[in-house]
């Protein structure tokens, strides 16, 4: 017999061995002899309230062998010789088209412009260190996407588009630990990261796949509303059959040759703002009723706030404990950041995006000659603003939080973590009145709700653009473009996910999707 409960346990609890099973034997009025197993399905931290409580949701195997094998499993055949579905992007979405369609029998064959992991890891040292801008490769674009230097964040709200669990077993089949599986909210980590995105491209090839690397794509043959080919920078052209889209939020480059060719676009509501920092112990002892010393079992403590300020939200996003702000433009000439973690999480510094709903009917209206693009024209615009208010280089316009609340210049900042450098800026003049009014307010409202939230021992960084795609390229409800036959947009550029597993998931539907119409 097994018998899913739900069990908890403190932190002096957490720490006996076998506290599950008799917890379980006695909620259930059974010998502990009888259990053979339990088996945790999901556990997650309540810290609500002064005392720390484990909540687990657990099967429990009566007189029943725990089952040694996952229900899931992934048959990958030789696609060497099939037929040919091109994905432009390897990031979640083109990764996960491309593994889906080798599952169909279809072979992919990925274009890629950034690097593999290891040669990206370049880059991304020259980028932090030197400040110098690779617009191929950089933290958003190269294999894995942005995704690969991240947090490696896996939960997502978008139960419905697909089986979650699915891409969760794919991952842990790739190399991730099996925690994801149990975690109510997963990650990964920046450090484990590149070595599972580097067994995926194994993968694909080993089945018979191709990825191309350093290959930009730079303008689509179309003839009679179908697309016939892709022209590449190199000079190339490939013949092909359907195109899965999956080039990511910042490839500008494919928005604007898009718009170029009348191809149907639209402008997309989305948020930006700035990143705040604080030292890790500060949220750690607000979130666990601690002096800063939390408890050895306990993570590096995240938060996740909301507040309504004059009509529109402000909240915080990709909260990163324990970890990095990195810088994350793909252009020389701006200034944009973003967050990871290690999968430790053991940074002193735990940061959050803070970000402000942008309508974008309503909000802009100075940028409506740019038609669909009027929200990556105002992204471009705070971005060029962050690097002039920087020092025209990497280093970040900073403030401290009260000091930018207060409307007052920081005469000195605090440590941090963002490896180019900050530099003490006006960041609540600097900023656009739509965003910065409502930061100021919203970080007031934090305090409230998180106190010791609000101070001078935090930072805030600028900008922090590049939360979701200002652009959505439409499809129909079969998932390819109302004007383009063959085109299928997909993942976080296309406008339809927001992260890793919502981006894999709907890679792997645009797979189904493209093949349906072969």
Do not use: W
């Not at 309540?46 to 029943?64: G, L």
């Not at 043959?221 to 697309?227: E, H």
């Not at 600097?430 to 935090?458: C, D, Q, V, W």
């Amino acid at each position: 017999m097994v018998q899913e409960i739900q069990l908890r346990t403190n932190l002096i609890e957490e720490k006996k061995e076998a506290i599950l099973l008799y917890k379980a034997a006695r909620k259930l009025g059974v010998n502990p002899k009888e259990i053979n197993g339990i088996k945790v399905l999901r556990k997650s931290i309540d810290a609500r309230k002064k005392e720390t409580f484990f909540n687990y949701k657990v099967a429990v195997y009566i007189n029943e062998n725990v089952p040694e094998k996952s229900e899931y499993s992934f048959d990958y055949k030789d696609v060497s010789n099939a037929k040919e579905i091109h994905i432009i992007g390897f990031g979640p979405a083109g990764m996960y088209a491309a593994l889906r369609c080798i599952e169909l029998e279809y072979k992919p064959i990925v274009l890629e412009r950034g690097k593999n992991v290891q040669e990206r890891r370049r880059d991304i040292k020259a980028i932090n260190q030197d400040h110098i801008v690779n617009e191929d490769s950089n933290y958003c674009f190269g294999e894995g996407g942005a995704g690969t230097y991240s947090d490696g964040k896996l939960y997502t709200r978008s139960l419905k588009r697909g089986d979650v669990r699915r891409i969760f077993e794919n991952l842990v089949f790739h190399g991730a630990t099996e925690q994801i599986l149990i975690d109510a909210h997963p990650h990964i980590g920046t450090n484990k990261l590149p070595k599972i995105i580097q067994n995926i491209r194994e993968t694909i090839l080993n089945f018979g796949g191709e990825i191309h690397f350093n290959t930009r794509v730079t303008d689509f043959v179309i003839t009679n509303n179908k697309l016939k080919a892709i022209q590449l920078e190199n000079g190339n052209e490939m013949t092909v059959n359907s195109v899965i889209l999956a080039t990511g939020h910042s490839a500008r480059d494919i928005y604007e040759l898009l718009h170029k060719k009348n191809i149907a676009l639209k402008a997309k509501s989305f948020a930006m703002g700035v990143r705040v920092e604080h030292p890790q112990e500060i949220i750690d002892s607000i979130q666990y009723s601690c002096n800063g010393n939390r408890d050895e079992l306990l993570p590096a403590a995240a938060y996740s706030l909301v507040q309504q300020v004059n009509n529109r939200g402000v909240y915080s996003f990709c909260m990163c404990p324990g970890g990095f702000i990195v810088p994350a433009a793909t252009a020389e000439g701006e200034v944009v950041v973003n967050g990871m973690s290690p999968s430790r999480r053991n940074n002193k510094f735990a940061n959050s995006g803070i970000v402000v709903e942008i309508n974008i009917d309503k909000d802009i209206p100075k940028y409506d000659q740019f038609g669909p693009l009027k929200g990556l024209e105002y992204q471009k615009n705070l971005e060029r603003l962050a690097f002039t208010s920087g020092a025209r280089n990497q280093t970040a316009p900073a403030q401290r939080l009260v000091d930018f609340v207060e409307g007052k210049l920081s005469p000195t900042l605090n440590e941090t973590s963002y490896q180019p450098g900050l530099n003490s800026a006006p960041m609540h003049s600097l900023l656009p009145k739509l965003i910065g009014s409502r930061l100021r307010k919203g970080f007031e409202a934090f305090g409230r709700k998180m106190h010791g939230y609000y101070t001078n021992e935090a930072n805030i960084v600028g900008v922090e653009s590049r939360t979701s795609s200002p652009v959505n390229i439409p499809r129909k409800d079969n998932l390819e473009h109302p004007e383009i036959e063959g085109l299928f947009p997909c993942g976080e550029g296309g406008g339809y996910a927001g992260g890793i597993v919502s981006a894999a998931m709907d890679g792997e539907r645009c797979a189904e999707a493209a093949i349906e119409l072969l």
